[in-house]
């Protein structure tokens, strides 16, 4: 498996609350991501990262916001939890050319009570 | 706009029988494009992509341009193919950002 870890692995929050989701990787990858994984809709980009301080948004990126400040470390923050950002989120890294593959974190479920 | 459709939310078949995953696209430039797999309980995992024009665990997917489809396809179904199904599509200077499908669960019953 690619060096790719996110954490935590679950986690039950209120709504309204701040919430941080983790993804560290260990492979020195340019780029990463954020996507957040629903029934019916796949997989759809929430923020993604080409470089360190250089982030960008996403299909589906409101509520959502981003941090990179170190090349293996990317932060999710749910500004303020809602029920609608139930779901299972994922992180992905990839070198920078084309056709190359992304590696995918196991996935963070998050539910909003 | 970009978009990636799978029209089948579930395949099920039975072993040994012959698979195909549709998958279509919208894209007005080269697209480069994808097949994920998610196993139950493992994390998502490249399964083939179209430039490389290779068969992974018997499974194979042509581009048609013409037909804006990439189709996944294998001859001969085994239980272990059960799995998530995502087709994929990125472009040129996208930094690699992924467009998903759906999905498909194709489901192989002994």
């Known amino acids: 498996d690619a060096g790719i870890t996110q954490s935590p692995r679950h986690k039950v929050t209120e709504t309204g609350t701040p919430v941080t989701l983790r993804c560290h990787q260990t492979?020195?990858?340019?780029?990463m991501y954020w996507y957040r994984q629903d029934p019916g809709h796949g997989l759809r980009l929430i923020h993604y990262?080409?470089?360190?301080?250089?982030?960008d948004k996403g299909e589906v990126s409101d509520g959502y916001s981003v941090s990179r400040s170190k090349t293996e470390d990317f932060l999710l923050t749910l500004e303020s939890a809602t029920s609608s950002q139930t779901s299972v989120y994922f992180c992905?890294?990839?070198?920078?050319?084309?056709?190359?593959?992304?590696?995918f974190g196991q996935g963070t479920r998050l539910t909003v009570v | 706009a970009q978009r990636v459709t799978q029209p089948e939310k579930l395949l099920s078949v039975f072993k040994g029988a012959p698979v195909e995953l549709k998958c279509n696209y919208s894209y007005s430039g080269s697209p480069e494009l994808f097949w994920y797999v998610q196993y139950s309980r493992q994390r998502l995992q490249l399964l083939l992509r179209?430039?490389s024009r290779e068969s992974i665990k018997g499974f194979t997917a042509d581009l048609n341009k013409g037909e804006t489809s990439f189709h996944l396809k294998k001859p001969f179904a085994q239980e272990e193919d059960s799995a998530m199904y995502y087709c994929a599509l990125s472009f040129s200077g996208g930094y690699n950002k992924l467009i998903f499908g759906a999905g498909t669960r194709l489901a192989v019953h002994p």
């Open positions: 179209h430039i």
């Open positions: 990262s080409y470089g360190v301080k250089d982030t």
């Open positions: 492979e020195n990858h340019r780029y």
């Open positions: 992905a890294i990839s070198e920078a050319g084309r056709n190359t593959e992304a590696f």
